[in-house]
């Protein structure tokens, strides 16, 4: 660049050497060496600068116009057209200049600008819910969308609500010490979500639908396939006529969300002293698809859910007619169903605050 | 429970369905069934065999012997059993015979090929005697042996049978069987068995409901043997050990009617009478366990004159139990209340099969019909003993429960299935319940005396029958007809779940913790173990009481993750359970807790949790408080949100985490999820955008180091007045020119007005309004 600036004079300067000749001849020799000069630009500052020094106010085209009072009107004509054509080729040749300078530019910029786009990001990643809680909250939908409350009863029961109510008379084996947390204050820990069935009879009134999710609590030892802290889902209707065939409908419902598949069930008797008549709900395995293999312990039918119709003292002792509403109720073991779900073979794990188990999900 | 297939099929005239079949109909209308297991196929082959030679082989206890099996060959099989001697009738195996599961063949043992086995009791199903080989008397070489045959054990879960005392006996299921399958019940009692007359012993029941029915008959000329090889096995199928002829008819029908029954040595009784009574304090007996049990006075027992013989429906006593030199018997078959005996058998933990069935609530209709049962096996079993007297029958069989009435259309409402009449009735008939017909479409069904012990008393009960039988798998599914409304709304779940997916996106794990804590956990958190609700009877030491704070969890949580992560986030959402006044139910507290913990954190830490607070917590302020011991002292919050006090927000003690080796950084908040969502409801109301423009200046306030940039903010808020938009920390400084201990801190101030743009003199009025403001608070000012 500083060689170039040394070859070539200004523009300028070439028209002062010409002063005194044609300001035709100044014009054409402006116009050559303008044009020569602006093939050897590389940037746009140099740009700019030849631009003010050829077209500028102070530049030759503009002190040929001052000039211009003192030519004929023939003359004016002449040189007028004359200086519009330089001054027009001028300043076409000075834009397409810069449009290449600033392509080029910009071309440059993004050459430089490469990065490894392959470096890890910066910032927290996204934690996890529970896997309890993402299953919990798919039913929860479910149920809500065809019209369930969700309801919560207190972990800590009365047992009242935890037996009583639900015509578990005091000589039930469930009320022994092994396995109920029988707690310093009289109460319990409930051993299933059933109270809160009995919460929502007493709070809602007939008719109605809900579920209850949560935790519940037996009194026995922690091993790969036993807790005493688990997950349960209650569900629970009462109209006028609910009949074993609407329970059945739910529960196919239900499991083909759950299972994103049509799911064959049966139920056969079952017996739980809060429904008549009862039943143990089984589904089609879904390994194996019913010819049996060892999750199905070969029968093709997995066990999953108990479920009745609500038996009428139940919903005697929660003031509702048996002979005017029926209903049907079912108990849903959501930790089981999550270690379905995910093939997890020690329950431990859902308790354990492990980051290493918790973070799959 | 296990049953055979062939004592059911003997009691179920024209039974179709085979074993396997038979499960799986049990199963789907009756109660659920483990397994079915074929026991004694090598029955078809066993042969009576006569030992002729005994040698011993050079090593191990291994003989070789020879044997005559009446096929006129001799065989030859290699033994190991210490009886086994010349002349000995024992039981041959030979090769080809199926046993459990196995085909047996001709094996070599030290050179010597054995042509099958010879069997011990508990190989060929007969005992559980493993000491050496069954001895056999009165059969020929080449017998084979009388009545037995291959049968398959049906296991039933307890569980499903524990509304059915009736199922807990062969012929109760037997009655199920031949309703369900098809085939004629046949009633294996012969009550004309009984004798008539005068029974020489009395007995006196002190309380009818704790035992409603005594019956019991008296036997002489006893002899007491082994008994016959088919009821040695009929027993140990189903899971009954044989002992001896008289206690084995006793166990034999405890497993077919079902009727306990408990046989008494008679002359070691104490006088003729026998009482049921509950036990007097200090009282206590050497049971046939070989355990001695303190009675209470809640446990029922059989008395003689000199006290406890039995602990009534659980356990017999030591003393008087049957022995080889037993000549009389007293053959007891009684009835107890259920619930008594349960309580008996948990509190001595003592559950026998007698126990088991009688807290069932069994049928007091049994106890003449079980020694009806005893008579005919003594006949057969024990032949020479000789009936004494007649029946000694105290107390009767309580009332029954009265006809239940129950219309075609119940039973269609109920299943959402139309079952036809004459089906109804016959499944009540088949199941041995009575049926009256008032008119068409409606029934009186009169329960039978083992069915309404607990079972049934109600119509809903009768329609499980009609169900079951018909079959679920009958009945179609159907939507319920009824109103589309949409449910009562859950605030606190729905809240929970925003929270929850908020922290999940920055990067928070969710965990579970235990609702228990100890007093060790707790006392960290300057909780005492007094302050908290006990468990009963805990059953790890970890686990005795329930948590006041999710803290406790949480800090296991940090222990127990450092040891994988470096750096990780976590959160629970769970209750705080604290006691109220007695007999009220405890104050749950739901609560959100979150820890972030860096292995070599910074101050840094502490604001990025604090942001996280505030994206849950918009708007919310954090106000220093003074630290729990548990706390940072210089690092503790307390979080306010819409004028509320919600939860802290803090650092922990770095003593906590130094106590466990961890040089790391935690910090915590703490949020009473119940408070914020009762604040959360708050109503959200539209402020138009202004339309002049504001203006802005910054202000550099110094002050002191350790004084809280809050309260610079709040003068700046107060001063700046009414015309104040919006006010923004831009940076704070220290070091030089400023002085040690001082420090600038920057706000950048946007005023302006809501009906006109400020004029440049009306802006700077109120940045000097400011700034005199300050200087006067006696702040230094860098502009």
Wanted: aromatic content about 6%; some cysteine.
């Amino acid at each position: 660049m500083q060689e170039s600036q040394s070859k070539v004079d200004s523009p300028a300067a070439e028209a002062a050497n010409e002063r005194g000749t044609s300001p035709d001849f100044v014009l054409e020799n402006l116009r050559r060496a303008t044009l020569m000069r602006l093939a050897s630009v590389t940037s746009l500052e140099e740009l700019e600068e030849l631009r003010v020094e050829a077209l500028g106010r102070k530049g030759p085209i503009a002190q040929i116009g001052k000039e211009f009072g003192k030519l004929t009107p023939e003359q004016k004509a002449a040189l007028g057209k004359l200086l519009n054509s330089v001054k027009q080729e001028l300043e076409r040749a000075f834009r397409e200049k810069k449009s290449r300078l600033e392509k080029e530019e910009l071309a440059e910029r993004l050459r430089r600008e490469w990065i490894d786009v392959t470096l890890p990001a910066r910032g927290v990643r996204p934690g996890s819910l529970h896997p309890v809680t993402q299953l919990q909250w798919e039913i929860e939908d479910l149920f809500t969308s065809l019209g369930f409350a969700v309801l919560d009863g207190p972990e800590v029961e009365t047992e009242e609500y935890n037996f009583d109510a639900l015509n578990i008379p005091p000589s039930h084996p469930a009320r022994d010490m092994q396995d109920t947390f029988w707690l310093s204050d009289g109460h319990l820990l409930r051993t299933h979500t059933s109270p809160v069935q009995v919460r929502g009879m007493r709070r809602l009134g007939p008719p109605f639908r809900m579920i209850a999710p949560g935790r519940v609590f037996r009194n026995e030892e922690v091993d790969a396939s036993h807790e005493h802290t688990f997950y349960q889902l209650e569900g629970m209707m009462v109209d006028r006529n609910v009949s074993v065939a609407n329970l059945i409908y739910f529960m196919k419902t239900l499991l083909s969300e759950i299972f994103h598949r049509d799911v064959t069930v049966r139920l056969r008797p079952g017996f739980f002293p809060f429904v008549e008549p009862g039943f143990e709900l089984d589904i089609q395995c879904l390994i194996c698809g019913g010819s049996g293999c060892p999750v199905c312990k070969h029968s093709g039918w997995v066990e999953l859910l108990p479920c009745g119709l609500v038996h009428p003292n139940v919903l005697r002792l929660s003031n509702i007619d048996p002979d005017e509403w029926s209903g049907f109720a079912f108990g849903l073991g959501l930790t089981r169903l999550v270690m379905m779900r995910y093939g997890i073979d020690d329950i431990r794990q859902l308790q354990g605050g492990d980051l290493r188990f918790l973070n799959q999900f | 429970m296990k049953f055979s297939y062939r004592w059911i099929e003997e009691m179920v005239e024209g039974l179709a369905v085979r074993a396997p079949e038979l499960e799986r109909l049990i199963t789907m209308k009756t109660a659920e069934c483990e397994g079915v297991t074929p026991v004694g196929e090598h029955f078809a082959s066993a042969r009576v065999a006569r030992v002729l030679t005994v040698e011993a082989l050079p090593k191990g206890k291994n003989k070789r012997v020879t044997i005559d099996a009446g096929d006129g060959a001799v065989h030859t099989v290699v033994c190991g059993a210490p009886n086994v001697r010349p002349e000995l009738l024992a039981v041959w195996l030979p090769p080809g015979t199926i046993i459990d599961g196995r085909e047996l063949g001709v094996a070599q043992f030290g050179g010597v090929a054995s042509e099958g086995m010879l069997a011990s009791g508990a190989e060929l199903g007969l005992s559980d005697d493993r000491s050496g080989l069954l001895e056999l008397a009165g059969l020929q070489p080449g017998d084979g042996l009388p009545k037995l045959r291959a049968d398959w054990v049906i296991e039933i879960d307890n569980k499903s049978l524990t509304h059915r005392p009736d199922l807990w006996g062969h012929y109760g299921m037997a009655r199920e069987v031949a309703a369900i399958a098809g085939g004629k019940l046949v009633d294996p009692v012969d009550m004309t068995l009984l004798p008539r007359g005068a029974s020489p012993i009395k007995v006196q029941v002190e309380d009818e409901t704790l035992c409603p029915r005594y019956s019991a008959l008296v036997y002489g000329n006893v002899v007491v043997d082994p008994s016959p090889l088919w009821l040695k096995f009929r027993l140990e199928s189903v899971g009954l050990n044989p002992i001896s002829n008289v206690v084995d008819i006793t166990n034999f029908v405890l497993a077919e009617l079902p009727q306990p029954m408990h046989a008494f040595d008679a002359d070691k009784l104490v006088g003729d009478t026998i009482f049921v009574r509950l036990a007097k304090a200090g009282e206590h007996i050497d049971a046939l366990n070989g355990e001695t049990y303190e009675l209470t006075p809640a446990d029922l027992v059989i008395a003689d004159g000199a006290g406890p013989i039995a602990v009534a429906g659980v356990i017999g006593g030591a003393e008087s139990a049957i022995s080889k030199s037993t000549k009389r018997i007293v053959l007891e078959s009684a009835n107890f209340h259920a619930a008594t005996v349960r309580l008996t058998s948990a509190r001595h933990k003592i559950r026998t099969d007698a126990s088991m069935r009688f807290e069932k609530s069994l049928d007091a209709a049994n106890t003449a019909r079980g020694l009806a049962r005893a008579i005919a096996l003594m006949k057969d079993i024990c032949p020479a003993a000789a009936l004494v007297g007649g029946v000694a029958d105290a107390g009767r069989v309580p009332a029954g429960v009265p006809p239940i009435a129950i219309s075609l259309n119940t039973i269609h409402r109920k299943l959402g299935k139309a079952v036809g009449e004459g089906r109804v009735a016959d499944i009540f008939t088949a199941l041995g319940f009575g049926v009256e017909k008032p008119k068409t479409g409606e029934f009186l069904v009169h329960v039978p005396s083992w069915r309404a012990t607990k079972d049934i008393s109600l119509k809903d009960d009768l329609v499980e029958e009609i169900g079951r039988i018909v079959g679920y798998g009958e009945i179609t599914p159907a939507p319920p007809l009824v109103a589309s409304v949409p449910p009562p709304s859950n605030p606190i779940r729905s809240y929970l779940r925003g929270l929850r997916l908020q922290l999940a996106a920055q990067g928070f794990t969710e965990v579970y913790n235990y609702s228990f804590v100890n007093e060790k956990t707790a006392a960290r958190f300057g909780l005492a173990a007094a302050d908290h609700i006990a468990v009963k009877s805990p059953i790890a030491a970890e686990h005795t009481h329930l948590r006041r704070s999710l803290l406790p969890g949480l800090f296991q949580n940090i222990i127990d993750n450092t040891r994988n992560f470096r750096d990780f986030r976590l959160f629970e959402v769970g209750k705080e359970i604290h006691p109220r006044a007695e007999s009220e139910l405890p104050d749950e507290v739901t609560h959100l807790a979150a820890v972030l913990y860096a292995s070599a954190g910074d101050e840094r830490d502490f604001y990025e949790q604090k942001r996280v607070v505030e994206c849950a917590f918009p708007a919310a302020s954090l106000q220093p408080v003074e630290a729990h011991p548990w706390e940072h002292p210089a690092r503790t919050t307390e979080i306010l949100w819409r004028g509320a006090a919600i939860g802290r927000l803090f650092e922990l003690h770095p003593s906590l985490l130094l106590e466990e080796g961890l040089e790391g950084r935690a910090v915590l908040f703490d949020v009473d999820v119940d408070r914020a969502v009762s604040l959360a409801a708050e109503g959200k109301r539209y402020v138009p955008p202004r339309k002049y423009p504001t203006s802005g200046f910054d202000v550099s306030v110094v002050t002191k180091l350790r004084q809280p940039v809050a309260e610079v903010e709040t003068a700046l808020v107060r001063l700046a007045g009414e015309a104040l938009v919006s006010i923004e920390f831009v940076r704070q400084y220290a070091g030089p020119p400023l002085p040690d201990g001082q420090k600038s801190v920057s706000y950048h101030l946007e005023v302006g007005s809501l009906d006109h743009t400020l004029a440049s003199d009306e802006a700077a009025a109120i940045r000097g309004r400011v700034i005199e403001g300050m200087q006067e608070l006696g702040y230094e000012l860098r502009v």
